[in-house]
Protein backbone atom coordinates (compact mmCIF):
# COMPACT_ATOMS: atom_id res chain seq x y z
CA UNK A 1 0.00 0.00 0.00
CA UNK A 2 1.30 3.48 -0.52
CA UNK A 3 0.24 6.46 1.16
CA UNK A 4 1.07 10.50 0.22
CA UNK A 5 2.60 12.79 2.56
CA UNK A 6 6.08 13.46 4.22
CA UNK A 7 8.04 11.08 6.18
CA UNK A 8 11.59 12.37 6.84
CA UNK A 9 13.29 13.89 4.20
CA UNK A 10 11.27 11.36 1.76
CA UNK A 11 8.13 11.58 0.46
CA UNK A 12 5.51 8.96 1.93
CA UNK A 13 4.58 8.39 -1.79
CA UNK A 14 8.33 6.83 -2.52
CA UNK A 15 7.91 4.42 0.52
CA UNK A 16 5.88 1.39 0.65
CA UNK A 17 4.40 -0.05 3.11
CA UNK A 18 4.31 -3.92 4.27
CA UNK A 19 0.44 -5.03 4.29
CA UNK A 20 1.14 -6.96 7.95
CA UNK A 21 1.31 -3.27 9.81
CA UNK A 22 1.94 0.70 8.82
CA UNK A 23 4.97 0.79 11.69
CA UNK A 24 8.16 2.44 11.09
CA UNK A 25 10.21 -0.32 10.72
CA UNK A 26 7.95 -1.21 8.23
CA UNK A 27 8.37 1.21 5.91
CA UNK A 28 11.17 0.53 3.34
CA UNK A 29 12.31 2.80 0.17
CA UNK A 30 10.88 2.24 -3.27
CA UNK A 31 13.35 1.36 -5.74
CA UNK A 32 14.70 4.37 -7.51
CA UNK A 33 13.72 6.48 -4.90
CA UNK A 34 16.14 9.35 -4.40
CA UNK A 35 16.29 11.52 -1.87
CA UNK A 36 14.44 15.01 -1.22
CA UNK A 37 14.03 18.18 0.21
CA UNK A 38 11.38 20.52 1.60
CA UNK A 39 12.94 23.35 -0.06
CA UNK A 40 15.84 24.69 -1.23
CA UNK A 41 18.49 24.34 1.40
CA UNK A 42 19.43 21.51 4.47
CA UNK A 43 18.10 17.97 3.96
CA UNK A 44 16.18 16.79 6.06
CA UNK A 45 18.38 14.04 7.89
CA UNK A 46 21.19 13.51 10.68
CA UNK A 47 24.82 12.16 9.22
CA UNK A 48 26.11 11.49 13.03
CA UNK A 49 25.16 11.75 16.53
CA UNK A 50 28.14 12.92 19.06
CA UNK A 51 28.07 12.27 22.32
CA UNK A 52 30.28 14.50 24.60
CA UNK A 53 31.35 12.12 27.47
CA UNK A 54 33.52 12.90 30.60
CA UNK A 55 35.63 9.66 30.29
CA UNK A 56 35.70 8.09 27.05
CA UNK A 57 36.90 4.39 28.24
CA UNK A 58 33.98 4.40 30.40
CA UNK A 59 31.40 5.25 27.70
CA UNK A 60 33.17 2.62 25.38
CA UNK A 61 32.65 0.19 28.06
CA UNK A 62 29.13 0.88 28.53
CA UNK A 63 27.80 0.40 25.10
CA UNK A 64 29.99 -2.32 24.52
CA UNK A 65 28.08 -3.75 27.45
CA UNK A 66 25.01 -2.95 25.66
CA UNK A 67 26.51 -5.54 22.70
CA UNK A 68 27.42 -2.27 20.16
CA UNK A 69 30.66 -2.75 18.39
CA UNK A 70 32.96 0.49 17.66
CA UNK A 71 36.05 1.47 16.29
CA UNK A 72 38.24 4.00 18.43
CA UNK A 73 40.30 6.60 16.46
CA UNK A 74 42.55 8.34 18.54
CA UNK A 75 40.04 9.93 20.87
CA UNK A 76 37.02 9.45 19.27
CA UNK A 77 34.65 5.75 19.20
CA UNK A 78 32.50 5.35 15.98
CA UNK A 79 29.55 3.10 16.14
CA UNK A 80 27.66 2.43 12.99
CA UNK A 81 23.92 2.78 13.45
CA UNK A 82 21.62 1.86 10.74
CA UNK A 83 21.97 4.85 8.12
CA UNK A 84 24.09 6.94 10.76
CA UNK A 85 26.85 7.01 12.67
CA UNK A 86 27.15 7.71 16.91
CA UNK A 87 30.50 9.00 17.67
CA UNK A 88 31.58 9.22 21.45
CA UNK A 89 34.37 12.25 22.07
CA UNK A 90 35.15 14.15 25.31
CA UNK A 91 32.67 16.89 26.06
CA UNK A 92 34.74 19.64 26.26
CA UNK A 93 36.53 19.13 23.29
CA UNK A 94 32.90 18.80 21.50
CA UNK A 95 32.56 22.23 23.29
CA UNK A 96 35.25 23.82 21.89
CA UNK A 97 35.00 22.40 18.43
CA UNK A 98 31.17 23.34 18.20
CA UNK A 99 32.76 26.93 19.20
CA UNK A 100 29.84 26.67 22.61
CA UNK A 101 31.17 28.24 26.13
CA UNK A 102 29.91 25.91 28.66
CA UNK A 103 29.12 27.71 32.26
CA UNK A 104 29.21 25.99 35.68
CA UNK A 105 26.14 27.46 37.70
CA UNK A 106 26.64 28.07 41.59
CA UNK A 107 25.67 24.65 42.39
CA UNK A 108 28.20 23.03 39.77
CA UNK A 109 25.64 22.08 37.04
CA UNK A 110 25.77 22.93 33.53
CA UNK A 111 24.19 25.39 31.75
CA UNK A 112 23.88 26.09 27.94
CA UNK A 113 25.44 23.08 25.75
CA UNK A 114 23.74 19.97 26.52
CA UNK A 115 26.64 17.37 25.21
CA UNK A 116 25.09 16.58 22.60
CA UNK A 117 26.21 17.46 18.92
CA UNK A 118 24.16 16.77 15.33
CA UNK A 119 25.91 16.33 12.29
CA UNK A 120 24.89 16.65 8.90
CA UNK A 121 27.23 15.66 6.18
CA UNK A 122 27.05 17.23 2.62
CA UNK A 123 28.36 16.25 -0.82
CA UNK A 124 30.40 19.16 -1.39
CA UNK A 125 32.46 22.64 0.37
CA UNK A 126 30.20 24.73 -1.36
CA UNK A 127 27.31 22.90 0.30
CA UNK A 128 28.74 23.46 3.94
CA UNK A 129 28.83 27.37 3.49
CA UNK A 130 25.43 27.07 1.28
CA UNK A 131 24.12 25.59 4.59
CA UNK A 132 25.44 27.71 7.27
CA UNK A 133 24.17 30.67 5.10
CA UNK A 134 20.68 29.31 5.57
CA UNK A 135 20.91 28.10 8.67
CA UNK A 136 21.79 32.24 10.04
CA UNK A 137 19.13 33.22 7.59
CA UNK A 138 16.66 31.48 9.43
CA UNK A 139 17.63 32.48 12.79
CA UNK A 140 20.61 30.35 13.75
CA UNK A 141 24.10 31.44 15.72
CA UNK A 142 26.61 30.43 13.76
CA UNK A 143 29.00 29.28 16.67
CA UNK A 144 31.92 28.46 14.12
CA UNK A 145 32.26 29.97 11.35
CA UNK A 146 33.09 27.10 8.16
CA UNK A 147 36.87 26.20 8.46
CA UNK A 148 39.35 23.27 7.16
CA UNK A 149 39.21 20.19 9.47
CA UNK A 150 42.17 18.12 11.13
CA UNK A 151 40.60 15.57 8.86
CA UNK A 152 41.07 16.86 5.50
CA UNK A 153 37.43 17.89 5.22
CA UNK A 154 35.80 21.11 5.74
CA UNK A 155 33.27 22.03 8.44
CA UNK A 156 31.20 24.96 10.32
CA UNK A 157 28.72 25.02 13.32
CA UNK A 158 25.45 26.70 14.04
CA UNK A 159 23.13 26.16 17.06
CA UNK A 160 19.40 26.65 16.37
CA UNK A 161 17.29 28.96 18.77
CA UNK A 162 16.98 26.45 21.56
CA UNK A 163 21.04 26.04 21.44
CA UNK A 164 20.98 22.86 19.87
CA UNK A 165 24.59 22.30 18.08
CA UNK A 166 24.52 21.19 14.36
CA UNK A 167 28.12 20.61 12.49
CA UNK A 168 27.59 20.97 8.71
CA UNK A 169 30.68 19.02 6.95
CA UNK A 170 31.90 18.27 4.38
CA UNK A 171 34.62 14.63 4.81
CA UNK A 172 35.91 13.06 2.02
CA UNK A 173 36.48 9.91 4.34
CA UNK A 174 32.52 9.78 4.93
CA UNK A 175 31.14 9.81 1.14
CA UNK A 176 27.01 9.83 1.55
CA UNK A 177 25.09 7.19 -0.60
CA UNK A 178 22.68 8.43 -3.02
CA UNK A 179 19.38 8.50 -0.16
CA UNK A 180 22.09 10.46 2.15
CA UNK A 181 22.95 7.58 4.48
CA UNK A 182 26.64 7.74 5.83
CA UNK A 183 28.97 4.29 6.18
CA UNK A 184 31.41 4.75 9.06
CA UNK A 185 34.65 3.70 7.04
CA UNK A 186 37.18 0.66 8.54
CA UNK A 187 39.86 2.56 10.15
CA UNK A 188 41.94 -0.38 10.48
CA UNK A 189 42.57 -0.79 6.51
CA UNK A 190 45.43 1.71 4.84
Not at 116 to 145: F, M, Q, W
Not at 152 to 178: K, S, T
Request: contains cysteine; aromatic residues 10%; charged residues 25%.
Amino acid sequence: MAVSGWLGYRHVADMALTPRTASASAIRPRAGCRRRRYGPGMEQRISLVTLGVADLARARAFYERLGWRGQQVEETVFYQAGGLAVVLWSREKLAEDAGITEDRKGDGSRDGFGGLALAHNVRSRAEVDEVLTKAAAAGARITRPARETFYGGYAGCFADPDGHVWEIAWNPGFPLAADGTITVPDFGRP
